[in-house]
């Protein structure tokens, strides 16, 4: 069995970041430990007639910048340590990008492809119901993560809405359009990625159109991703899903592979084929030879086993945590550049800040406008962590983290300890 534990990862990585700000453990003692934790079990009625009882976590891990902020996911390996790691990065990735939240993160340990759409309506509503004592828009507020989607959050607005007597929009984002979902949401987090990507390519005089990328999972963010860096002129040369992984040297043709995975809910890359692309392991896709390597699945695809044999020139972390610390280190000494979860996935947040504000005004802005203002979200908190990499000679990573604990040290700092 694992003894990996993310939220262990975290709290090196705010170690790091503090002790290169030369902060006092005092000043950030409050980061290393999330603010609220609920553990929850509830009954749910199978289609069978039998009842099964599902545990689910909400962990609010930061309030100090405004209402935590996080999405939820459903999986069979989702544990407290895993939904208290992405509490906690989601803190971190609110501050670098400076939109005005903390952190939270939910998960429900649960195989949702095991489950009816009945099922899955009915563990969705009951968990929501469950964690609402700590939600709500003023509070904490949900988005879709793994295995979750705009549907889901759907219900979980209609069910946090019944139980307060009148419609709270707020209380999740990622919702669809019809009920005060924004536009641009769904492709938020890979739009952001493929901008990340061109900026970083741009800093190291890497043309977009001779770049050869690999992409590790074909979900929500792992497909966008890969389409719109492919819009953008570079080629695809590996994809891989839970199920399969497909290389070809020349490039695949997305569009192809995007189309047959939409074409059904549970289509995945085991029963697709195409001319010339090779099927391949997961770990060869990893350390294919390649520009860029984009892991978009889980946390720890990259790791002490592992990463000696990367042989990516940048890895953009599109996923939450896929590089271990002790990953950070063999690459590093590698010279491979890491561009950090907290900054490269950032833009499904900052979208769903944007659906926030929308829903608190009740008012919807143009899709153009969502993406306008998530561009210049994204490249301003590029910037940022470039600037400090360059002039403290830190990691990405490292530089990420110092910009967005100097924001929280200082809500900290200003708001003072209660009581
Ligand atoms: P998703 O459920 O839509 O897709 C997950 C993908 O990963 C699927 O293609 C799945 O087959 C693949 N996968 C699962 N297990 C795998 C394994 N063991 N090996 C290889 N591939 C595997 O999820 P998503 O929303 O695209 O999220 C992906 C990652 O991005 C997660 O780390 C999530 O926390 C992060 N993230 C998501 C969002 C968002 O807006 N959805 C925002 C920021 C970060």
Redesign the pocket.
């Known amino acids: 069995m694992s003894t990996y534990n993310p939220y262990e990862n975290v709290k090196t990585t705010i170690r790091n970041a503090a002790g290169k700000l030369g902060l006092e453990e005092s000043d950030y003692i409050i980061s290393l430990y999330p603010e609220r934790e609920l553990k929850v079990s509830f009954p749910v009625r199978m289609d069978n007639g039998s009842v099964r009882v599902f545990e689910g976590y909400r962990v609010q891990h930061s309030s100090a910048r405004g209402p935590s902020k996080g999405?939820i996911?459903f999986h069979q390996d989702t544990d407290e340590n895993e939904v208290k790691a992405?509490a906690a990065w989601m803190t971190f990735k609110c501050a670098v990008v400076g939109i005005p939240y903390g952190g939270a993160k939910g998960g429900v340990t649960v195989d949702p492809f095991t489950l009816s759409r009945a099922e899955l309506e009915r563990v969705t509503r009951r968990f929501a119901a469950m964690i609402t004592p700590i939600i709500g828009p003023e509070r904490d507020i949900p988005?879709?993560?793994?295995?979750t989607n705009a549907e889901m959050m759907g219900w979980i607005m209609d069910t946090y809405s019944m139980l307060k007597g009148y419609a709270v929009p707020g209380v999740v984002t990622?919702k669809p359009i019809d009920i005060g979902g924004s536009l641009g949401r769904t492709e938020?987090?890979g739009r952001g990625v493929s901008i990340i990507t061109q900026e970083i390519l741009k800093k190291l005089n890497m043309p977009i159109e001779k770049t050869r990328v690999v992409v590790?999972?074909?979900?929500?963010?792992?497909s966008i991703s890969a389409k719109l860096i492919n819009e953008l002129g570079a080629t695809i040369i590996g994809v891989?899903?839970?199920?399969s992984c497909l290389y070809k040297e020349s490039g695949l043709d997305m569009s192809d592979i995007l189309r047959f995975l939409s074409a059904k809910k549970g289509n995945?890359l085991k029963d697709y084929e195409q001319n010339g692309a090779k099927r391949i392991t997961?770990e060869e896709l990893l350390t294919l030879e390649t520009d860029v390597l984009i892991p978009?699945?889980?946390?720890n695809q990259i790791n002490a086993e592992n990463a000696a044999n990367i042989k990516a020139k940048v890895i953009i972390e599109?996923?939450?945590g896929p590089t271990t610390v002790e990953a950070d280190t063999i690459l590093d000494s590698k010279n491979i550049i890491v561009v950090p979860d907290i900054l490269a996935?950032a833009g499904?947040?900052v979208v769903s800040y944007f659906e926030w504000v929308q829903n608190l005004q009740s008012f919807m802005w143009e899709e153009d406008e969502v993406n306008q203002k998530l561009a210049v979200k994204m490249c301003k908190a590029f910037d940022a962590v470039y600037g400090m990499h360059t002039e403290k000679k830190a990691t990405l990573r490292t530089s990420a983290y110092m910009i967005a604990l100097q924001k929280l040290v200082a809500a900290y700092k200003i708001r003072g300890i209660f009581p």
């Open positions: 999405g996911r992405l988005a879709p993560d793994v295995n990622g938020a987090t590790q999972g074909m979900g929500n963010v792992g891989g899903d839970v199920s995945l997961n978009a699945a889980l946390e599109a996923a939450n996935n499904g947040v």
